[in-house]
């Protein structure tokens, strides 16, 4: 059976695909307790969304560190402090810092 040339658009639309359903899968094993295969799981939707350039639409639902997808509140703690949401990921500790409010300085 020949395979067919897949065009890079449609590539991509199969590999954003993978990425979702890798993240959803991600989402069960991370709320059933599994995190090591749920930090799997975000490790590989994360190398097929690079090697496509599929768009990061499922930012800050995983440590950016670590991989360990968030299952609040087990393995990740957020905090409000100075108009910055502080997420942490119990998992290696890495803090992330958002700022909120739509008000930003020199823009
Ligand atoms: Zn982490």
Do not use: W
């Not at 359903?21 to 799997?40: C, I, K, P």
């Not at 700022?99 to 823009?107: F, S």
């Amino acid at each position: 059976m020949a395979r067919r040339h897949l065009t890079k658009k449609e590539a991509r639309g199969l590999a954003a695909q993978q990425v979702d359903r890798l993240f959803e899968l991600a989402g069960h094993e991370a709320r059933s307790g599994r995190d090591e295969r749920a930090t799997r799981y975000v490790s590989l939707a994360l190398r097929v969304g690079e090697r496509y350039k599929v768009p990061a639409t499922h930012k800050r639902t995983y440590c950016p560190s670590c991989h360990a997808f968030f299952a609040p509140p087990r393995n990740v703690r957020v905090r409000t402090s100075r108009r910055k949401l502080s997420v942490s990921c119990l998992r290696c500790g890495f803090v992330q810092r958002i700022p909120i409010g739509k008000e930003r300085r020199g823009q």
